[in-house]
């Protein structure tokens, strides 16, 4: 399954199949990017990450993709499981002098089907 | 179980209370965090400290108070909320603050203001 940019906040993946999240992120001058997965009752957790000058990076069954010309991000996991249903977040990071301000999107949420 | 420890898990409050939220992190990082989320929304950056000075507030009310007493503590105090203040209250720390590294996030503070 495949949620294209953030009109389509829910997708549901049947398990066992690959899943692609998408994100549009707004500010060019963003430098660093990353993925966060937030459980119910939890706060958000870090699944990976990627700074503006690569365009692609690989974890363990997650790869981040960044295309920084059209301003799109997207995590895509691999050979989903049900304890990946979640709220997913992409962040986009500036830095300014030594400061940090962390935006969040505004969020998809993957469900797994068994 | 995350690295970031807030107190309480919940906290319901009157509108004329004084309360705190903490926040504690044994991973020696310098840079921390407060957030807000609301319901089915993104975290919110309210506050940075960064080697325990503010270094940014994203123009919060006064009667959110940050403190810093340590490197490894940070507090948030409460005076005089409204009832739009409910909210999950986060707290993240990352290595330094500009040095493009993760923020870990503790499970936050689910405040309800009566």
């Known amino acids: 399954g495949e949620n294209v940019g953030l009109h389509l906040p829910t997708l549901s993946v049947q398990e066992g199949d690959n899943s692609i999240i998408n994100c549009a992120y707004s500010?060019?001058?963003?430098?660093?990017f990353i993925w966060y997965k937030q459980e119910s009752g939890k706060g958000p957790q870090f699944i990976i990450d990627?700074?503006?000058?690569?365009d692609k990076r690989q974890g363990q069954r997650v790869t981040v993709l960044l295309n920084k010309t059209v301003k799109h991000l997207s995590l895509q996991i691999a050979a989903t499981q049900p304890g990946d249903s979640a709220v997913y977040f992409c962040?986009?990071?500036?830095?300014?002098?030594?400061?940090?301000?962390?935006?969040f999107g505004t969020g998809t949420r993957l469900t797994i089907i068994p | 179980d995350t690295e970031v420890t807030q107190t309480p898990k919940h906290l319901v409050m009157g509108m004329t209370n004084k309360k705190s939220l903490k926040c504690e992190q044994h991973m020696g990082h310098r840079a921390m965090y407060w957030y807000k989320q609301k319901a089915k929304k993104p975290p919110e950056l309210m506050f940075v400290y960064s080697y325990e000075k503010l270094s940014i507030n994203e123009s919060v009310p006064s009667r959110f108070s940050p403190e810093c007493p340590n490197s490894s503590l940070l507090n948030l105090h409460l005076h005089a909320l409204q009832p739009e203040d409910s909210a999950l209250y986060l707290c993240?720390?990352?290595?330094?603050?500009?040095?493009?590294?993760?923020?870990?996030f503790g499970d936050g503070t689910r405040l309800s203001i009566l």
């Open positions: 993240a720390s990352s290595q330094v603050e500009g040095m493009l590294q993760p923020q870990h």
């Open positions: 962040a986009e990071n500036i830095s300014n002098f030594g400061n940090e301000k962390l935006t």
């Open positions: 500010n060019s001058a963003s430098d660093y």
């Open positions: 990627i700074r503006s000058n690569m």
